[in-house]
Nanobody
Framework: QVQLVESGGGLVQPGGSLRLSCAAS????????MGWYRQAPGKERELVAL???????NYSDSVKGRFTITSDNGRNAVYLQMTSLKPEDTAVYYC????????????????????WGQGTLVTVSS
């Protein structure tokens, strides 16, 4: 009933930039936190960046100074601006939302603990 849809992935050269977008659909009251994770082939999924409803930020050390996470609470959306991209940034990037308060199909108030998007592929290569 609550879904996350990512967009913005693609092929980019080293040193280039991309902007990823993620929007939550449904009748939503609030989202406690949204973030971006990534998973490269043969590796575990890892946190890239996270932003809470209060504005607290967390970044992976590998992307600090290069990536910026922002949110639009009115649109229930989160964005990841990626600059100075490196080949090691190549991965499937997943949007994540935590503690989503929403209305279900019977118009009852519910909370989803965690919801994941389908992923969008980012490839950094010359």
């Amino acid at each position: 009933q609550v879904q996350l849809v990512e967009s913005g992935g693609g092929l980019v050269q080293p040193g280039g930039s991309l902007r990823l977008s993620c929007a939550a659909s449904g009748t939503i009251f609030s989202i406690n936190a949204m973030g971006w994770y990534r998973q490269a082939p043969g590796k575990e999924r890892e946190l890239v960046a996270l932003i809470t409803s209060g504005g607290s930020l967390n970044y992976s050390d590998s992307v600090k100074g290069r990536f910026t996470i922002t949110s639009d609470n009115g649109r229930n959306a989160v964005y990841l601006q990626m600059t100075s991209l490196k080949p090691e940034d190549t991965a499937v990037y997943y949007c994540n939302a935590q503690r989503i308060s929403y209305r279900d199909r019977y118009w009852r108030t519910r909370e989803a603990l965690e919801v994941w998007g389908q992923g969008t592929l980012v490839t950094v290569s010359s």
